[in-house]
């Protein structure tokens, strides 16, 4: 049995904050606002995640009126919702990603980010697919008041056997 789901997240720029995406720091003058440390590629990733197997979001699981999670590390709030697909007898077949922002350039970094995401994931880097585009400045990724990312997920049943054969 398969499942996709799909995850869409954003966040605005503001200044004195870290970016921070697929759990690498990039150097930036500016960082994202949010309630954890706002990494929008790991959020639609969980979503994604969550998603699939119609298991709410991540405001459900991880919500911003809960202390616990201020400025939380948001690859290990991905573990966690990793951990739930694996509970439900679920493995992840592929993932394909899209960064959507203006500036700064993700490329140099994103091998790292799919490396990163491969490891918390328990999957083969060639499972996970993340690319960036800009959005040719129109918007507000275009003006560079925000950063925004999608995913799409593919699980996969895990099939057990009571025999062991």
Not at 53 to 80: C, Q, V, W
Request: glycine letters at 10%.
């Amino acid at each position: 049995m398969f499942r996709i789901g799909s995850g869409f997240d954003v966040h605005p720029l503001v200044t004195e904050r870290n970016l921070i995406l697929g759990g690498v720091r990039i150097p930036f003058e500016k960082g994202l606002l949010g309630h954890s440390d706002a990494d929008v590629l790991a959020h639609a990733i969980m979503d994604g995640l969550l998603g699939a197997l119609a298991l709410g979001d991540i405001g459900i699981h991880f919500p911003d009126t809960d202390s616990r999670y201020k400025n939380a590390d948001s690859m290990e709030m991905l573990k966690r919702v990793y951990q739930k697909i694996v509970q439900q007898q679920y493995t992840l077949v592929n993932l394909d990603c899209t960064i959507m922002a203006q500036r700064p350039r993700i490329m140099p970094y994103m091998t790292a980010i799919q490396n990163n995401i491969a490891s918390v994931l328990n999957a083969e880097v060639s499972q996970i697919s993340i690319k960036a585009t800009t959005t040719e400045k129109l918007g507000f990724v275009g003006r560079e008041e925000g950063i925004a990312a999608q995913a799409v997920v593919l699980l996969q049943k895990i099939n057990f056997t009571l025999n062991g054969g």
